[in-house]
T-cell receptor, first 111, second 119 residues
Framework: EDKVVQSPLSLVVHEGDTVTLNCSYEVTNFRSLLWYKQEKKAPTFLFMLTSSGIEKKSGRLSSILDKKELFSILNITATQTGDSAIYLCAARTGTASKLTFGTGTRLQVTL | GAVVSQHPSRVICKSGTSVKIECRSLDFQATTMFWYRQFPKQSLMLMATSNEGSKATYEQGVEKDKFLINHASLTLSTLTVTSAHPEDSSFYIC???????????????FGPGTRLTVL
């Protein structure tokens, strides 16, 4: 059975802190690892990672994949209160592009 | 970017009734659509994969007779929760795959979700 695990489950930080969110996966027919941000509604896409060791960046967010260790991290630097959300990672598998989501990390950024 | 809509955004119904949720891809043709369920403070759980013109593929533990999925056109998939009960109350999210984007990009685009409350 495909499995994706995220840690920590929840995190409270002060504005300006840097956070690292973790995602490990055990799936068959792995194709890529995706990160999403979910506020009150459906997830919004952040990154898709297919190759090991290549960092993807978007503003204060960055992510990298380690296909040997079956692991990905999402970094957020200089956090802001608007970063408060649930961050989901998902493993995309097979030809049908099925997504298996992790448990999510609930991030709260306080003033 | 590609847009996916869901209707209704929120529905409240009585126990025993059936509820239909629509998922539409607005500016692309979606050969495949996915239906997810999310309980409070939990992650998204894939319920089924729906391919246009064929029967949906359900994940283990999801009752196909209870959650009827129809994907009659390349822009519309529907999920009908039959004989809904309070334990079916959840956030239902669809996503649509845009094959035109290719495997190098994010293929799935999510709808805004439908919050179902069964009294």
């Amino acid at each position: 059975e495909d499995k994706v695990v995220q840690s920590p489950l929840s995190l409270v930080v002060h504005e300006g802190d840097t956070v690292t969110l973790n995602c490990s996966y055990e799936v068959t027919n792995f194709r890529s690892l995706l990160w999403y941000k979910q506020e009150k509604k459906a997830p919004t896409f952040l990154f898709m990672l297919t190759s090991s060791g290549i960092e993807k960046k978007s503003g204060r967010l960055s992510s990298i994949l380690d296909k040997k260790e079956l692991f990905s991290i999402l970094n957020i630097t200089a956090t802001q209160t608007g970063d408060s959300a649930i961050y989901l990672c998902a493993a995309r598998t097979g030809t049908a592009s099925k997504l298996t989501f992790g448990t999510g990390t609930r991030l709260q950024v306080t003033l | 970017g590609a847009v996916v809509s869901q209707h209704p955004s929120r529905v409240i119904c009585k126990s025993g009734t059936s509820v239909k949720i629509e998922c539409r891809s607005l500016d692309f043709q979606a050969t495949t659509m996915f239906w997810y369920r999310q309980f409070p403070k939990q992650s998204l759980m894939l319920m089924a994969t729906s391919n246009e013109g064929s029967k949906a593929t359900y994940e283990q533990g999801v009752e196909k007779d209870k959650f009827l999925i129809n994907h009659a056109s390349l822009t519309l998939s529907t999920l009908t929760v039959t004989s809904a009960h309070p334990e079916d109350s959840s956030f239902y999210i669809c996503s649509a795959r845009d094959p035109g984007q290719g495997s190098a990009y994010n293929e799935q685009f999510f709808g805004p979700g439908t919050r179902l409350t069964v009294l």
